[in-house]
């Protein structure tokens, strides 16, 4: 028997436990995040975080699954907000997505994207993603060149390549429009 009394109950662990990891991927990219550490900030041992993750890629791709769904919603909001055309609005959605959660991003769009047919709901909600690129155009060729130029100047922007980048709002409107 347990030293203690207190019986285990921690409410949503996998919610906790993903929250912990989103922080530690905010902190230091993916790199950052082991099923350990979120364990041990979510105050649980890390044998039970194994009860909600198999290993570490398994954590990822559900962080991946909840950046995929916070971007599709970054891009319906600036779509429905309606004050650019629903092209320009989720291009600058993009990128503002890409600087707001550069961890997040980075995730999302890294090599665990090449391996998604691993974890269904991730490869899903990527696609669900491109699905959206491509309702802009109708055309599949265009929608690729369209997300390689917003995806390659949301990289540009976070490594701050690209002059006047510290003033990202400013260049997004100009470069986006």
Known sequence: MSTSEKPYHH????????????????????GAVSLREAARMAGVSPTAAYRHFADKEALLAAL?????????????????AGDVSPYVARGRAYLRFALAR??????????????????????????GAFGALQANTGDRDAAIRSWGMVHG???????RAIPGAEEPEALIDRLIC
């Open 153 to 159: 100047l949301a990289h540009l922007m976070l490594d």
């Open 64 to 80: 991946a699954l909840r950046g995929f769904e916070a971007f599709g919603a970054a891009m319906q909001a600036a779509v429905a």
């Open 102 to 127: 550069p961890g997040r991003f980075r995730l999302m769009f890294g090599p665990l994207l090449a391996r998604a047919g691993d974890h269904p709901a991730l490869l899903a909600a990527s696609k």
């Open 11 to 30: 409410g949503d662990l996998r919610a906790a436990l993903l929250d912990a990891a989103d922080a530690l991927l905010d902190q230091g990219g993916d």
